[in-house]
């Protein structure tokens, strides 16, 4: 039984040294007595051991770090920057025969690529340009991997300090620019304010005279009815008092000449008068 075990346990080594298992992410490098012979994609291959000799490769992307280092900027400010670099292998076997070790290959080459970029630049702009920054830096990286057989995909700056004198005085102007436009928006609230102030009194202004010019120009209008009403009346009523006054003399100037003249008010008032003896004198003849 334990001779069973024994050899139970030598065929699973020899086995596993024969069998290799390659993942769906992975390719794996095989080198036959020193020397690249082929790759092997994702599924479960024969080797022979001892004579070949398998390296796994990962393609998935990965990400490095840009550990922290102090930067001069162009204007002779010293800035402390770090930032992750996105990477990916697109070709195995130049990532492992062109470069002894792409890991830290790729950290040197960015920190200094940032360098020079961050030297051509001066603070203001290094701490508003973080994006053209990224791009430039992702551009010069993967220049020089490509022979590696390794693509970066993209590069972000995590952080751009200044030196903290520098950052308080940064403080101090963001402080002073807040409360200049503070006083700014208040003076043109109050302006606009004072104009739509200025506006409604003009426009009440406006409306009252209007509403005063009309109220007098029906005023006016009333009165002159008025003075027409009673001018008229006035006319009439004289007319009728004069032609009055005229029939009280009349026999007394009848008695003194044969010949009566008679006003046209007065003569218009006997030939109505006139008129209506004629009708009442034909209704009697017509009863008899």
């Avoid at 995909?153 to 002073?176: F, G, L, S, Y």
């Avoid at 739509?196 to 010019?213: D, F, R, T």
Wanted: with cysteine; net charge neutral; glycine share 4%.
């Amino acid at each position: 039984m334990i001779e069973w075990l024994f050899w139970l346990v030598v065929a699973i080594i020899v086995a596993k040294a024969f069998i290799v298992i390659v993942r769906p992410y992975e390719v794996a490098l095989v080198e036959r007595l020193g020397k690249f012979d082929r790759i092997l994609k994702s599924g479960i291959h024969f080797v022979i051991p001892l004579i070949e000799r398998v390296i796994p490769v990962d393609l998935r992307e990965k990400v490095v770090d840009i550990p922290e280092q102090e930067v001069i900027c162009k204007d002779n400010v010293v800035v402390t920057v770090d930032g992750i670099v996105y990477y990916q292998i697109v070709d195995p076997k130049k990532a492992i025969y062109n470069v002894a070790d792409y890991l830290v290959a790729i950290i040197q080459l960015a920190q200094t690529s940032l360098r020079s970029i961050i030297g051509e630049m001066e603070l203001d702009e290094t701490l508003s340009n973080r994006e053209k920054i990224n791009v430039r830096l992702r551009e010069e990286i993967d220049h020089t991997t490509d022979k590696w057989g390794i693509k970066i995909t993209r590069v972000e700056i995590k952080r751009i300090d200044p030196p903290r004198d520098i950052q308080d005085a940064m403080a101090m102007q963001m402080k002073a620019e807040r409360e200049k436009r503070a006083m700014i928006l208040e003076a043109e609230g109050k302006k606009t304010s004072a104009i739509l102030v200025a506006e409604g009194q003009k426009q009440s202004q406006i409306l009252k005279a209007e509403g005063e010019a009309q109220a007098t120009k029906l005023k006016a209008e009333a009165q002159a009815k008025a003075i027409e009403y009673v001018v008229g009346a006035l006319k009439d009523a004289d007319k009728k008092f004069l032609t009055l006054r005229y029939l009280e003399y009349l026999p007394e100037v009848a008695k003194s000449s044969n010949t009566v003249l008679l006003p046209y008010e007065a003569s218009e008032f006997i030939s109505s008068l006139k008129g209506l003896s004629e009708v009442l004198s034909s209704k009697k003849r017509s009863k008899q």
